[in-house]
């Protein structure tokens, strides 16, 4: 039997919706690739009473409970209070852990204010759970049937303490293979409906029930997960190898990276290993391609020049085209001529034009753009034409992704204008 689990996050500010609570996503996705299913997802304010509650239904309903927030040191933190009440213990002391909070204060030539000893006080009994980058010390409790973990708010604090100290719990209370690894796939232009058709049958290659497949569509991306189980290391890699072998062989073209890889990254990589450069010219994108780019290690030798205007006239004059070229529709064939004129103005072996041309009328998701890019080198152009529907943010993440991918295919030598989901015919 698969264990209860259930995440409870603490705040005003989430319940309110002022804060987006990209926590619970984070926790629940982990949780997921790890093999345990979240069955509750409970949000609870700032409240004694209401804190008090919630924790003890989870506590009757859960095997274990995983609580998120209040762990600070303001008046309004109050879950460490509050465990301790529906747990039947008193708070203590705990003068280690005030030890490191003041030699993290003193590493950053701080004086620690009054208000963190708050910090320091846990239930009697609770297991601390270190908190390598933060001041809030997490802890385990137990509060009726279940095990509590209490972690803290601040993203990378709880990021590190969910996978150093919570989920090796979990998996051991709940005698879970160790062993276990999560394969991620991202691709660009192909739906989460047509990939799970493509992929349907791919759990069945594991007969043990190993293999857990999983999408998560953030468009304009794609990421396919296996989570794969087994005994130990060398088993899982046994028996994910052909199953990743597979996936690739499915997807084909429409993986652009793997694991903790990115579209840019990869882009970035080919071009550095080429010792190649880089010029790009984007006019809807609001330079989202170049942003990209820029901040990755090794770009300041690859990143030539970037022009970014709404205003054809205006790009073509940056570059060198004469303003007559760039007048009327937006064409593959304007988009070849800044390629190439940007290419030479720049000095780069490469480069990027994706011009778009945005339909006129309200937006909406039924709207659409027309997207025509280049790229140029010394020896060719290859050019592609897209219809994408959608408002205006689509068409603008649409068009970046796009634009990047084309540029992967061309580096990798894969066909630049191979047809995507998202396209309009």
Same mark, same amino acid.
């Given at each position: 039997?698969?264990?209860?689990?259930?995440?409870?996050?603490?705040?005003?500010?989430?319940?309110?919706?002022?804060?987006?609570?990209?926590?619970?996503?984070?926790?629940?996705?982990?949780?997921?690739?790890? @093999?345990?299913?979240?069955?509750?997802?409970?949000? %609870?304010?700032?409240?004694?009473?209401?804190?008090?509650?919630? *924790?003890?239904?989870?506590?009757?309903?859960?095997? +274990?409970?995983?609580?998120?927030?209040?762990?600070? /040191?303001?008046?309004?933190?109050?879950?460490?209070?509050?465990?301790?009440?529906? =747990? #039947?213990?008193?708070? %203590?002391?705990?003068?280690?852990?005030?030890?490191?909070?003041?030699?993290?204060?003193?590493?950053?030539?701080?004086?620690?204010? &009054?208000?963190?000893?708050?910090?320091?006080?846990?239930?009697?009994?609770?297991?601390?759970?270190?908190? &390598?980058?933060?001041?809030?010390?997490?802890? +385990?409790? !137990?509060?009726?049937? =279940?095990?509590?973990?209490?972690? /803290?708010?601040?993203?990378?604090?709880?990021?590190?303490?969910? !996978?150093?100290?919570?989920?090796?719990?979990?998996?051991?209370?709940?005698?879970?293979?160790?062993?276990?690894? $999560?394969?991620?796939?991202?691709?660009?232009?192909?739906?989460?409906?047509?990939?799970?058709?493509? $992929?349907? !049958?791919?759990?069945?290659?594991? /007969?043990? @029930?190993?293999?857990?497949?999983?999408?998560?569509?953030?468009?304009?991306?794609?990421?396919?997960?296996?989570?794969?189980?087994?005994?130990?290391?060398?088993?899982?890699?046994?028996?994910?190898? /052909?199953?990743?072998?597979?996936?690739?062989?499915?997807?084909?073209? *429409?993986?652009?990276?793997?694991?903790?890889?990115?579209?840019?990254?990869?882009?970035?990589?080919?071009?550095? +290993?080429?010792?190649?450069? $880089?010029?790009?010219?984007?006019?809807?994108?609001?330079?989202?391609?170049? =942003?990209?780019?820029? &901040?990755? &290690?090794?770009?300041?030798?690859?990143?030539?020049?970037?022009?970014?205007?709404?205003?054809?006239?205006?790009?073509?004059?940056? %570059? #060198?085209?004469?303003?007559? =070229?760039?007048? @009327?529709?937006?064409?593959?064939?304007?988009?070849?001529?800044?390629?190439?004129?940007?290419?030479?103005?720049?000095?780069?072996?490469?480069?990027?034009? %994706?011009?778009?041309?945005?339909?006129?009328?309200?937006?909406?998701?039924?709207?659409?753009?027309?997207?025509?890019?280049?790229?140029?080198?010394?020896?060719?152009?290859?050019?592609?034409?897209?219809?994408?529907?959608?408002?205006? !943010?689509?068409?603008?993440? #649409?068009?970046?992704?796009? @634009?990047?991918?084309? $540029?992967?295919?061309?580096?990798?030598?894969?066909?630049?204008?191979?047809?995507?989901?998202?396209?309009?015919?």
């Amino acid at each position: 039997m698969n264990p209860r689990i259930e995440i409870l996050c603490t705040g005003d500010e989430v319940l309110t919706g002022a804060t987006i609570n990209t926590n619970f996503s984070h926790i629940s996705q982990k949780l997921g690739d790890a @093999g345990l299913e979240v069955v509750w997802g409970t949000t %609870v304010g700032d409240d004694r009473e209401t804190l008090l509650e919630a *924790f003890l239904r989870a506590g009757q309903r859960a095997d +274990a409970v995983i609580v998120n927030g209040g762990l600070g /040191p303001t008046v309004d933190d109050l879950s460490q209070e509050m465990a301790a009440k529906a =747990a #039947g213990v008193e708070l %203590v002391f705990h003068a280690d852990w005030y030890v490191r909070m003041e030699a993290y204060f003193q590493k950053r030539a701080r004086t620690m204010p &009054p208000n963190n000893r708050k910090q320091a006080m846990l239930p009697d009994g609770a297991e601390l759970l270190d908190n &390598p980058v933060g001041t809030a010390c997490g802890f +385990a409790v !137990d509060i009726g049937r =279940a095990r509590f973990f209490f972690t /803290p708010g601040v993203p990378r604090e709880l990021h590190r303490m969910l !996978d150093e100290q919570i989920i090796p719990r979990l998996l051991a209370r709940f005698d879970r293979p160790t062993a276990t690894r $999560l394969k991620r796939f991202h691709s660009y232009g192909i739906g989460e409906s047509r990939a799970d058709g493509l $992929l349907a !049958d791919l759990e069945k290659m594991a /007969p043990d @029930g190993s293999l857990k497949l999983g999408f998560r569509a953030h468009y304009p991306q794609l990421e396919t997960k296996l989570t794969m189980r087994g005994t130990d290391a060398d088993d899982v890699a046994r028996k994910l190898a /052909p199953i990743e072998a597979e996936v690739r062989k499915r997807l084909g073209n *429409f993986i652009l990276a793997e694991d903790e890889r990115k579209l840019e990254g990869v882009v970035l990589d080919v071009l550095v +290993a080429r010792g190649a450069t $880089l010029a790009t010219i984007e006019t809807f994108t609001g330079g989202a391609i170049a =942003a990209r780019l820029v &901040p990755l &290690p090794g770009a300041e030798s690859v990143c030539r020049r970037s022009v970014i205007s709404r205003d054809l006239k205006e790009v073509g004059r940056a %570059v #060198g085209v004469d303003a007559s =070229a760039m007048s @009327g529709e937006v064409t593959v064939t304007m988009a070849a001529s800044i390629a190439e004129a940007a290419r030479k103005a720049s000095g780069a072996t490469h480069a990027l034009a %994706v011009l778009v041309a945005l339909d006129e009328g309200a937006d909406r998701i039924e709207l659409g753009g027309t997207i025509c890019l280049a790229i140029a080198t010394a020896d060719t152009v290859a050019t592609r034409h897209a219809r994408l529907l959608g408002g205006r !943010d689509w068409i603008r993440l #649409g068009a970046t992704e796009m @634009g990047l991918d084309c $540029l992967r295919r061309f580096l990798q030598g894969l066909p630049v204008d191979e047809r995507i989901d998202f396209e309009k015919v």
